[in-house]
């Protein structure tokens, strides 16, 4: 939580054709003082106005003509923004700096807080005081409401009405809103709201429909209980439906092992099948292949036949008698050796000799791939016949189990639907064992509403801090030096304390407004000391009422020393802290050396007269 607050620096009344009046503050102690009637409490009227008080401001006959009040402020993290306000009431103006005055053209604040947004006084300077969005308890039946800015400013600004008051300083006449200012003084001195109280408020309705339904609940199963069977028929009914659900699991595991197989038997089907059919492809191949060799070793033999004759009537040429050339016809008496012919006869022989021996080599290649391709052919055919004989055993162990799982599903099913009659048997008896176990949820959860409605009563304070608080109350007292202060306890019926064996509220009114100054100083300084939330300022009308004006002998202090205790003591006090007195009586000396101090003369030919 943030440990920011606030400062009022400068309240400035404007008119048109009036001359403005300021009133400045600074940090830490500011005394407002001088004779009554001066204006001093109107001062005080116009910090709360600006802070979010409703109405119109007080009429005096001295503030005629003028409209309008600015107030400059600052927050302990250094911003600084103006605030302006017409005198009859209404919306804000509002600025960042500090600024002399506002016109119609800046931002618009609204009065009325509204916690889900920004366009409103109370959530910008909670917003600016480091506060999130808190909750604050308003009623018995723990429904909650926004914290605002006038929470803060009950605790911070007191006027003179309440400072004498006989109720707590925390609380107001209107006994409506006491428990939200409560709730408002509780969260500034733990620095924890009700926010919880929205979940502990729905836990409670909800257990108010939560009794309703358990009863609800009840009815029915007696009424669904009555139209079951006996105990023992059920528990029959219910082994035979364990048996029937264990025989289905077996034949189950049997069906998947023989799907398995099924699987297992087509596949080794279709891979024989492609198998065979390869296969005969590979053998039309070859028979084609030995086919059409057989014709070449036909013109093979048929080439060789023709090349024999060939080479032998070459022979026979080259060893006949002279005669015409057999060739070019020429007689022998015409042949000239010499000038041979072209054609000559052992050429011939030697290249059909030649050509045969190239025609065998051939023929013989071709004869070894005849023989490769019938031994391959001849191997086919084997793997063939074998591959078809295995997939008619796989064809026919296929087709057995198909036989079998139709048999063992048509079992399964057959079990299957007696296995549902049982269940349906069995349906009611249990949803009512259901609605048992969650009658029994119920009652655990009605037996908790003790603890839910222990938690929504605690309405009290903490005592651990109101003790403390109460402490520091009793260590402030004593510091001012007043009179038989005794013990300062914490009285939770009141939200007050007990100073010795009296009540704060019982004692005289100048008593009771030293004390509710105490209260609300003490409760300032342990706010801002440990980060809880508040403003950082206490503005007091007349704490030192005992002094001048009061009721009877054990309500006056004239003659003690509470009064100089009491601004030596404002020295320590947070320095982030700021503190507005307004007194009548005349201030000990030295407090001007430490304080800023404004004197209200009332005199025209000394000081300044008033505030206006």
């Known amino acids: 939580m943030s440990a920011t607050t606030l400062r009022i620096n400068r309240i400035?009344?404007?008119?048109p054709n009036t001359t403005p009046v300021h009133v400045t503050f600074n940090a830490g102690l500011n005394v407002l003082c001088g004779a009554s009637e001066s204006g001093k409490s109107f001062v005080v009227e116009t910090i709360d106005f600006m802070l979010g008080g409703g109405g119109e401001l007080r009429e005096l006959p001295?503030?005629?003509?003028?409209d309008r009040v600015v107030m400059q402020i600052s927050f302990s993290n250094g911003k600084a923004f103006t605030v302006q306000r017409a005198i009859q009431g209404g919306a804000y103006l509002w600025r960042e700096g500090k600024q002399e005055e506002l016109e119609k053209t800046d931002e618009t604040l609204k009065p009325s807080h509204d916690a889900a947004k920004d366009d409103n006084l109370s959530a910008r300077i909670l917003g600016l005081l480091g506060l999130a969005k808190p909750r604050l308890r308003r009623d018995k039946d723990m429904n909650t409401v926004s914290f605002t800015l006038r929470n803060l400013a009950l605790l911070?600004?007191?006027?003179?009405?309440r400072i004498i008051a006989t109720l707590s300083p925390v609380l107001t006449a209107n006994k409506v809103s006491n428990t939200v200012e409560k709730s408002a003084f509780k969260y500034v001195l733990t620095g924890v709201d009700d926010s919880a109280l929205v979940a502990i408020r729905e836990a409670k309705e909800g257990q108010a429909k939560l009794v309703v339904n358990r009863n609800a609940l009840e009815s029915l199963i007696e009424t669904r209980q009555s139209k079951l069977p006996s105990a023992d028929d059920i528990s029959l009914t219910r082994e035979r439906l364990k048996s029937l659900e264990q025989r289905i699991a077996s034949i189950g595991e049997d069906v998947?092992?023989?799907e398995q197989q099924h699987t297992d038997a087509s596949s080794r089907f279709r891979l024989l099948d492609r198998f065979v059919q390869t296969t005969r492809r590979r053998k039309n191949e070859i028979d084609g292949l030995l086919q059409r060799f057989a014709l070449l070793d036909q013109?093979?033999?048929s080439d060789l036949s023709r090349l024999e004759a060939i080479s032998q009537s070459g022979a026979i040429f080259g060893a006949l008698h002279p005669g015409p050339c057999p060739f070019c016809g020429a007689p022998p008496e015409a042949q000239s050796h010499e000038d041979a012919c072209d054609v000559d006869p052992s050429q011939i022989v030697s290249a059909a000799r030649a050509e045969i021996d190239r025609i065998t080599m051939l023929r013989h290649g071709l004869v070894e791939t005849k023989g490769r391709l019938i031994t391959e052919n001849d191997q086919l055919d084997r793997r063939a016949n074998s591959a078809a004989d295995e997939q008619r055993v796989v064809s026919r162990r296929s087709q057995e189990l198909a036989v079998l799982l139709?048999?063992?599903?048509?079992?399964?099913?057959?079990?299957?639907?007696?296995a549902q009659?049982?269940?349906s048997q069995l349906k009611d008896a249990d949803v009512i064992t259901e609605l048992k176990s969650d009658l029994g949820r119920m009652d655990e959860a009605i037996a908790a509403d003790q603890e839910v409605k222990l938690a929504s009563s605690a309405q009290a304070l903490p005592p651990a801090d109101t003790t403390e608080f109460a402490q520091q109350m009793e260590?402030?007292?004593k510091s001012w030096d007043f009179p038989e202060v005794g013990r300062v306890a914490w009285e939770e019926p009141r939200t007050d304390v007990l100073i010795g064996n009296r009540r704060r509220g019982d004692q005289g009114k100048g008593l009771r407004a030293i004390t509710c100054s105490a209260f609300l100083l003490a409760l300032m300084k342990r706010s801002v000391e440990k980060a809880r939330p508040h403003l950082g300022v206490v503005v007091l009308d007349s704490p030192l009422l005992a002094y001048w004006k009061p009721e009877g002998q054990a309500d006056d202090l004239r003659g003690t020393k509470v009064d100089d205790c009491f601004y030596r003591w404002t020295q320590s006090l947070p320095t982030t802290s700021q503190v507005i007195i307004i007194e009548n009586r005349p201030l000990p000396e030295w407090v001007e050396g430490v304080a800023h101090v404004i004197h209200f003369t009332k005199n025209r030919t000394e000081g300044r007269f008033g505030l206006f």
């Open 156 to 161: 911070s600004i007191v006027q003179e009405d």
């Open 62 to 66: 001295e503030r005629a003509g003028y």
């Open 475 to 477: 260590d402030a007292l």
């Open 406 to 418: 139709r048999e063992r599903r048509r079992g399964i099913g057959d079990l299957d639907r007696e």
């Open 256 to 258: 998947a092992g023989d």
């Open 299 to 301: 013109h093979y033999e």
């Open 12 to 15: 400035s009344y404007l008119g």
């Open 421 to 423: 009659v049982l269940r």
